[in-house]
Nanobody, 115 residues
């Protein structure tokens, strides 16, 4: 099995930055794609960013140019660097792993952007 644990969330002012971490443990090499999702109250969970085993990255249009997903060489942990944060970035951020035999989810980390 694969276990994902998020950390690094908190309260940040608009325009500020925050780095989220996702600790990946277990059979990490069964994962082909790691990513971050977020869910705001009353909204559907949405894809934020992904990174493949080969290091290719993809971003939602809403965060492109502001967020960066990256990992260390061991794929543990992976990070989401969030810059120029806006009020609408407020959400619970979830780490996700997609691979064999399926998908894995962390419990989420709250990010609140407020002055």
């Amino acid at each position: 099995q694969v276990q994902l644990v998020e950390s690094g969330g908190g309260l940040v002012q608009p325009g500020g930055s925050l780095r989220l971490s996702c600790a990946v443990s277990g059979n990490i090499f069964s994962i082909y794609t790691l990513g971050w999702y977020r869910q705001a109250p009353g909204k559907q969970r949405e894809l934020v960013a992904t990174i493949t085993r080969g290091g290719n990255t993809n971003y939602a249009d809403s965060v492109k140019g502001r967020y960066t997903i990256y990992r260390d060489n061991a794929k543990n942990p992976i990070y989401l660097q969030t810059n120029s944060l806006k009020l609408e970035d407020t959400a619970v951020y979830y780490c996700n792993g997609d691979g064999v035999p399926g998908q894995y989810w962390g419990q989420g980390s709250q990010v609140t952007v407020s002055s």
